[in-house]
């Protein structure tokens, strides 16, 4: 059974900075992509990144360059680094695969608040 556990939210201000992890366990396949999602209140959930097993990454359009995914197959560890962050990128962080690009679903975690204000 797949366990993903998400952390590294938190209370910031705008402009700062915040480093997520997503620790997974169980029998999850490292060569397909995973995917970081967020979803703030009232909106419906949304892919922001994702990255696959050789490294190759894929950004929303409206993160104009500020965060930034990796992983670490031994680890088994992915991570989100969110850079300059704005009040509209406030929501409940989650990770995922990306079936769309081949991976499958996986039991949604608790996920990691991201609170952007000043």
């Known amino acids: 059974q797949v366990q993903l556990v998400e952390s590294g939210g938190g209370l910031v201000q705008p402009g700062g900075s915040l480093r997520l992890s997503c620790a997974a366990s169980?029998?999850?396949?490292?060569?397909?992509?995973m995917g970081w999602y967020r979803q703030a209140p009232g909106k419906q959930r949304e892919l922001v990144a994702f990255?696959?097993?050789?490294?190759?990454?894929k950004y929303a359009d409206s993160l104009k360059g500020r965060f930034a995914i990796s992983r670490d197959n031994a680890k088994r560890t992915v991570y989100l680094q969110m850079n300059s962050l704005t009040p509209e990128d406030t929501g409940v962080y989650y990770c995922?695969?990306?079936?769309?690009?081949?991976?499958?679903?996986?039991?949604w975690g608790q996920g990691t608040q991201v609170t952007v204000s000043s």
């Open positions: 995922n695969g990306v079936p769309e690009y081949g991976s499958s679903w996986y039991p």
């Open positions: 169980g029998s999850i396949a490292s060569i397909y992509p």
């Open positions: 990255i696959t097993s050789s490294g190759t990454t």
